[in-house]
């Protein structure tokens, strides 16, 4: 009987609970966001606007220099594009640890990580890339704007849910259990 020929070697040096397709979801994530921040950065010159829904939603190309929602977009300090990089790298280093040390990942919490994993992964991209972030999903009503934000970032909220999901099942499965 003949095994795949990268199958075993690989499966034995990665914890049993991480598997291809957490791969696979990074991956796509950081290809479609990447390639929708290239198509924004090509087509829309920064700060201008397509009207997607009207009075909803605007595709305008903005620069984050910042961290998520903004925060400290305004802020001009000196290494602030290496500093910003730094802190997204840590965070991204921290995820990981937790991914591979925390053997008792449900599927939600699976799917989380590794769409919160593939979010970071693009967003890092653009850092170390670019020096920033390109947002481009602009929702409002009226004259009230949410930050805007883009693939990556949505990907990081949905990963968020899922954990959270994790967390609510885990937690009723374990008090039905005890009872």
Request: with cysteine; hydrophobic share 50%; charged share 10%.
């Amino acid at each position: 009987m003949m095994s795949h020929p990268i199958g075993p070697s690989i499966g034995k040096s990665w914890p049993g609970h991480i598997r291809w397709s957490t791969f696979i979801v990074t991956g796509s994530i950081v290809g479609l966001d990447q390639l929708c921040k290239a198509l924004v950065r090509q087509l829309i010159p920064l700060h201008d606007s397509i009207t997607l829904i009207p009075g909803l939603v605007n595709i305008t190309h903005v620069q984050n220099t910042g961290a998520a929602f903004g925060i400290l977009n305004a802020a001009d300090f000196p290494f602030k594009p290496v500093v910003m990089t730094g802190i997204a790298l840590l965070a991204l280093v921290i995820l990981g640890v937790y991914a591979v040390r925390t053997s008792s990942h449900g599927t939600w919490a699976r799917i989380g990580l590794a769409l919160i994993f593939g979010g970071a992964l693009g967003n890092m991209a653009d850092r170390l890339m670019i020096g920033h972030v390109v947002d481009f999903v602009d929702v409002y009503w009226g004259t009230y704007h949410f930050w805007a934000f883009n693939v990556a970032d949505s990907m990081i909220t949905i990963g968020a849910i899922c954990l959270l999901i994790d967390t609510v099942r885990t937690e009723v499965h374990d008090v039905s259990n005890t009872a």
